[in-house]
């Protein structure tokens, strides 16, 4: 089955609204989840990420929370801007396998 | 530029041609990694190279032949392929292949098989 599970595959929203996009991971050993943002064409980059050790991390308008005992970790972006237009991935690794699994991605769409 | 450069951005080949595809990196980073993206499916990984050895390989077809000079370069070579294998092939490294780093991503090829 899926190792990382990512909802919504699409989100629409406001310009000015919050968008939040979850993962759900399977491997209870996992404590690295990054968070990468893909523009159209152009390449996945890392926007945030956090560690098991701290249940969140907030970096201006986008924040990452973790909840290790639900093994769900999810993306916050507040005030969304057009340019936050993009496909957002989330990943977890796989310790005993020693790589890391994507989630399918979540197509957020910011109207003006 | 991003650290990690791909070349060509865009192929167009035959599915008798054969071509390869270039990745390198100077971030001082020992891991590097091939991912096929197709759409709507979760980035797929091919292959990894750690200190340029080849510790995994997940179960792909023998077209894609993947080779590693250097921990700074890395190569895709591909061979009689099918229109199934059009896809961003992205390159990405990190400083280990320990899953506690993250990646950085070349921008890809765009590679359609006709």
């Known amino acids: 089955g899926e190792n990382v599970e990512q909802h919504p595959s699409t989100l629409s929203v406001q310009e000015g609204d919050s968008a939040v996009i979850k993962c759900t991971y399977s491997?209870?050993?996992?404590?690295?989840f990054p968070w990468y943002k893909q523009e159209l064409g152009k390449r996945p980059q890392l926007i945030i990420d956090?560690?098991?050790?701290?249940g969140e991390k907030k970096d201006q308008r986008i924040a990452v929370t973790l909840n290790k005992t639900a093994k769900h970790f999810s993306l916050h972006i507040t005030e969304t801007q057009p340019e936050d237009s993009a496909v957002y991935f989330c990943?977890?690794?796989?310790?005993?396998?020693?790589?890391?699994?994507f989630g399918s991605g979540t197509k957020l769409n910011v109207k003006p | 530029e991003t650290g990690v450069t791909q070349t060509p951005r865009h192929l167009v080949m035959g599915m008798t041609n054969k071509k390869s595809l270039k990745c390198e990196q100077h971030?001082?980073?020992?891991?590097m990694y091939w991912y096929k993206q197709s759409a709507k499916k979760p980035l797929e990984l091919m292959f990894v190279?750690?200190?340029?050895?080849?510790?995994e390989n997940n179960s792909v077809p023998s077209r894609f032949s993947p080779e590693c000079p250097n921990s700074s370069h890395l190569f895709l070579h591909l061979h009689t392929l099918q229109p199934e294998d059009s896809a961003l092939y992205l390159c990405?490294?990190?400083?280990?292949?320990?899953?506690?780093?993250?990646?950085?991503f070349g921008s890809g090829t765009r590679l359609t098989v006709v």
């Open positions: 190279y750690n200190f340029k050895e080849q510790t």
């Open positions: 491997d209870s050993a996992s404590n690295y």
């Open positions: 956090i560690r098991s050790n701290v």
């Open positions: 971030l001082g980073h020992n891991a």
């Open positions: 990405a490294s990190s400083l280990r292949t320990d899953p506690n780093y993250g990646y950085t």
């Open positions: 990943a977890a690794p796989r310790p005993d396998f020693n790589k890391f699994y």
